[in-house]
């Protein structure tokens, strides 16, 4: 959603987003702290996520439903009893329809061959190891219950985003959005966050990459999603 928002409208917005945040900490230490006193600790996993990503104002974007950045980098936190090194971050990229198998395979079970997710449970040994090389995120147009307008696919590569958009009705991509994330001039880090600033799609110098971007998007939506 972009909006015209008053400087105290921000505050607030922002205030209680925070506090929300605090609070859900504080209950997940608390859900912690009961495991490790029923002693169930060491054969429980913890999941917590949340449905999306939210902005807070950041080029003068709020709430959620885009396929920038902000939108699509997701809560995502888990406790396993086999953890190597508990508390730590990972920069590998994975996408929630990895979450079943990683589940499956951490608590011994097996996952059906034909899951469009893979498990992770590797990074929650070792943390620098590898996850995926493209994530897929879309959004529709209008956001509704109903069938959308427009929908948009985006893929996040570890330096690079591209979304396309395609007229629902028809299967027809009208317009396109390529980002560097390794650019000041095409995103920007405010804090340790980054904010699409300028679509580079059509300047000459990302002409390469562009394509590469559209094989890559092609590659996906051919395994992910059904054709009409």
Known sequence: M?????????RELRRGYYACVSYVDTQ?????????????NDNTIVLLLGDHGFSLGEAGHWCKKTNFELDTHVPLLMRSPDMKHPGAATKAMVEYTDLYPTLAELAGLNSPADLDGRSFANLLVDPD???RDVVLSQHSRPWSTGEPKIMGYSIRTEDH???????????KAFSEELYDYRASASVAVQEKYLIEIANVEDEKRYAQRR??????MDKVLRARVPVR
């Not at 997940?28 to 169930?40: F, K």
């Not at 985003?161 to 299967?171: A, K, L, Q, S, V």
């Not at 394509?211 to 890559?216: A, H, I, K, L, W």
């Open 2 to 10: 972009t909006r015209k928002i008053l400087r105290w409208q921000a």
């Open 28 to 40: 997940v230490g608390r859900l912690l702290d009961g495991l490790e006193s029923l002693r169930l």
């Open 129 to 131: 190891g590898r996850g």
């Open 161 to 171: 985003r591209y979304t396309r958009w395609i007229e629902w009705e028809t299967r």
């Open 211 to 216: 394509n590469v971007m559209r094989e890559r």
